[in-house]
């Protein structure tokens, strides 16, 4: 249904004739009813991807195709017509949702634009029946997000993105910035909502145990790369990039005094995206790095049914030099 095609995002570094590589060529693809996990630590250019797919910035080059339609083609009325079938969950309820609107105004507003549920009347009831969709009483329609708790919040972002009647939705790190006590009661409406509505998730996180909640399959992204993909239950249970099992490993311990995001991290530092290593990305911080991971750079290739590693060493171990993932 929705598919990244070597994707490439270079930003320019100001003062200099060098640029960031926020991707560096990224292929997914999300299947009708399917949930994509996006993991890796920041900067790893999961939020570039997001924001590659619903076109809130353009590509370098690569494309995305939605239900065989090349996205990244579409400019005017045709642009706006496919880009309503995805839509983005915010990590920050708070901040995007206008503080000086309504709920209901906010939701009136999505339909009003995108020329939906008739008038004022047919609007209005929509917007109860959105409301009823993500667990909220119709009296949330008078309130002002200051109002509201972050998951109710959250909940109003989440009625927002379905006010157009999405096929896919992204995401963004839904609930690390809520409090410990309601994410799993967001996580459990979004699956919810997913078997309701027959939705696909982009569900992008850094919170492992969060993606093997809500996932089907799992993309382990590192330096703007995807270095490892396959079925959650490979990934996470038999991990064959060493990233992979060191960000698997570095999973923190919920801690109920602390609400916001927590990062996993994995030892050493992460790498300057200005000034990548040679070879393979995560050499420096790689405990099985051999001579060669220091000058080549491994491709995604499938070491075993749709599950691929970037990784000499695991490609060798599995006894493969087989065809690019994709
Ligand atoms: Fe480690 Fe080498 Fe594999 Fe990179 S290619 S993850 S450095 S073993």
């Not at 309820?93 to 609107?101: A, D, E, F, T």
């Not at 249970?237 to 005094?257: E, F, S």
Request: aromatic fraction near 4%; hydrophobic fraction near 40%; proline fraction near 8%.
């Amino acid at each position: 249904m929705l598919e990244a095609i070597d994707l490439v995002k270079e930003y320019p570094v100001r003062g200099s004739d060098r640029v960031v590589n926020a991707l560096n060529g990224v292929s997914l693809t999300v299947g009708p009813g399917e949930t994509l996990g996006v993991v890796g630590e920041s900067g790893c250019g999961k939020s570039t991807l997001a924001k590659l797919l619903v076109r809130l910035e353009e590509p370098t080059s690569g494309r995305v195709m939605l239900d065989g339609v090349e996205l990244t083609a579409l400019t005017g009325r045709r642009l706006r017509e496919r880009r309503r079938r995805i839509q983005m969950v915010f990590q920050d309820p708070y901040s995007s949702l206008n503080p000086r609107q309504t709920a209901g105004r906010t939701l009136d507003e999505v339909l009003t634009v995108h020329h939906l549920s008739g008038d004022a009347r047919g609007r209005s009831r929509r917007v109860s029946e959105l409301l009823d969709m993500v667990g909220l009483p119709p009296r949330f329609a008078e309130r002002y997000p200051h109002e509201m708790s972050g998951g109710q919040r959250q909940r109003i972002g989440i009625a927002r993105a379905l006010a157009v009647e999405p096929q896919v939705l992204l995401l963004d790190e839904p609930v690390s910035a809520l409090d410990v006590s309601v994410r799993a009661e967001i996580m459990n409406l979004l699956v919810r909502l997913r078997g309701e509505l027959g939705l696909s998730y982009l569900f992008i996180s850094h919170d492992v145990a969060m993606v093997r909640h809500l996932s089907d399959r799992v993309a382990v992204m590192y330096l703007g790369r995807v270095v490892e993909v396959g079925p959650w239950s490979e990934v996470l249970d038999r991990p064959r990039h060493p990233y992979t099992r060191a960000l698997r490993d570095a999973v923190p311990v919920p801690d109920p005094r602390i609400t916001g995001p927590i990062e996993a991290t994995v030892t050493g530092e992460v790498p300057d995206p200005a000034r990548p290593p040679s070879g393979c990305p995560f050499h420096p911080r790689c405990p099985l790095a051999e001579d060669v991971c220091r000058t080549v750079e491994p491709r995604l290739l499938d070491l075993a049914p749709g599950h691929a590693a970037a990784c000499h060493v695991a490609a060798r171990t599995a006894g493969q030099s087989g065809p690019v993932a994709t």
